[in-house]
């Protein structure tokens, strides 16, 4: 059973908006999200992190957003640039697992129009 | 920033051959790295756990005598699929945790795009 999930497929936005990925968990025991960028053919890069003692963090053009209560986050890019235009999936890890597993969502594809 | 470095990234191979995929952290110990498969379109679905000097730990449905991971030392762990076939074709990619972990952070290779002909 899927524990993460990205309801949203594919996102259009237009350069300089505002882009925002929404992702939904079910496990209660995550206490630690991440947000991934992939390009294609290439392996997936780490852009920013929160964990479930916090609400928001910011780096630079990126925030995420947490809502335990609704078990949502959300990954807001501000200002769009062209060069975001890749798949972002959300993962999440629980401190019960030793290893660190992490658990992913599908991604969603965005692109940065002109 | 930590980097993994993954090889090869594309291998074509014969059926019935093995196929062998390196994993190394190169300004990083990991005593733990992962593997995980891509399908086109879908999600990354982690097949194993590799911890060094112990046995891998496989995800539910994956053969470990099909996909053999090694993990000899703090910075290199190694995926071989043997005696590959067509359905074997797939998006490998690998991924390192920091010894000791920053959080819950993988960083993750390039990937290793593997055909099976």
């Known amino acids: 059973d899927q524990q993460v999930k990205q309801n949203s497929p594919s996102l259009s936005v237009q350069e300089g908006r505002i882009s925002i990925l929404n992702c939904d968990y079910t496990n209660s025991m995550f206490d630690y999200f991440l947000w991934y960028k992939k390009y294609p053919a290439e392996g997936p890069t780490f852009l920013i992190s929160i964990s479930s003692i916090k609400d928001k963090n910011e780096d630079g053009r990126f925030t995420v957003f947490l809502n335990k209560s609704a078990k949502h986050l959300s990954l807001h890019i501000v200002p769009s640039q062209p060069g975001d235009s890749a798949v972002y999936f959300c993962?999440?890890?629980?401190?019960?697992?030793?290893?660190?597993?992490?658990?992913f969502g599908a991604g969603t594809q965005v692109v940065v129009t002109p | 920033g930590a980097v993994v470095s993954q090889h090869p990234s594309w291998v074509i191979c014969k059926s019935g051959t093995s196929v062998k995929i390196e994993c190394r952290s190169l300004?990083?110990?990991?005593?733990?790295m992962f593997w995980y498969r891509q399908f086109p379109k879908q999600s990354l679905m982690l097949m194993a756990t590799s911890n060094e000097g112990s046995k891998a730990t496989y995800e539910q449905g994956v053969e470990k005598d099909k996909f053999l991971i090694n993990h000899a030392s703090l910075t290199l762990s190694t995926l071989t699929v043997t005696s590959a076939h067509p359905e074997d074709s797939s998006f490998y990619i690998c991924?390192?945790?920091?010894?000791?972990?920053?959080?819950?952070?993988?960083?993750f290779g390039a990937g290793t795009r593997l055909s099976v002909l």
């Open positions: 991924s390192a945790r920091e010894t000791p972990p920053d959080k819950n952070i993988q960083y």
């Open positions: 300004d990083f110990q990991a005593t733990t």
């Open positions: 993962a999440a890890s629980a401190a019960t697992d030793s290893w660190g597993k992490l658990q």
